[in-house]
């Protein structure tokens, strides 16, 4: 079109130019001016669009930094309860391991009053074994010696068991 258009200028220049070629050269140019009308036009809806859009573009960014800001946020809240989580589970461990100890201590001591009350009732059939006698309160109602004569009350068994009391005694006294 524009070759078309300059060739028409430079024949008219030389004076060559037909009156047929000079019309065609008006309506090249009107219709150039159209076209550039038209791009005008563009351009200021283009230009337009641009203002309307950066009102929005400055929202978004606007909001893409609040968003960022709460995502450092939440972030480090993240790490936080991370961290408590590990403090949690720690202590979580310990108390496992406290609760294991005291119910291992706690058979060890059901154990120890069993073995105790197996021990005392023991002691207690041996003692019914070495009664005084009734046909002598002075004797023993078991034990006598290699004659049949009844041993004095208390017997050595008895007295061996008392000697353990008063051996206690004695420490705990002390
Ligand atoms: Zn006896």
Not at 24 to 29: C, D, H, K, T, W
Request: glycine content about 4%.
């Amino acid at each position: 079109m524009t070759d078309r258009l300059l060739h028409l200028v430079d024949r008219a220049r030389r004076g060559v130019a037909l009156d047929a070629e000079l019309d065609q050269l008006a309506a090249g140019i009107t219709e150039q001016a159209a076209r550039i009308t038209t791009l005008e036009h563009v351009a200021a809806g283009n230009k337009r669009h641009v203002q309307l859009i950066v009102p929005e573009l400055d929202q978004l960014t606007t909001r893409a930094e609040k968003a960022e800001r709460a995502v450092d946020h939440l972030t480090d809240r993240h790490r936080g309860a991370e961290a408590r989580i590990d403090e949690l589970e720690q202590q979580l461990a310990e108390a496992d391991a406290e609760t294991t100890e005291v119910l291992e201590h706690n058979d060890a001591t059901c154990e120890a009053v069993a073995a105790r009350d197996q021990a005392e009732a023991a002691i207690e059939r041996v003692r019914e074994l070495h009664p005084r006698w009734d046909a002598d309160p002075a004797s023993c109602a078991h034990c006598h010696d290699s004659y049949g004569t009844p041993l004095r009350y208390p017997c050595p068994t008895i007295t061996i068991l008392d000697g353990q009391q008063s051996v206690t005694g004695e420490f705990d006294g002390s």
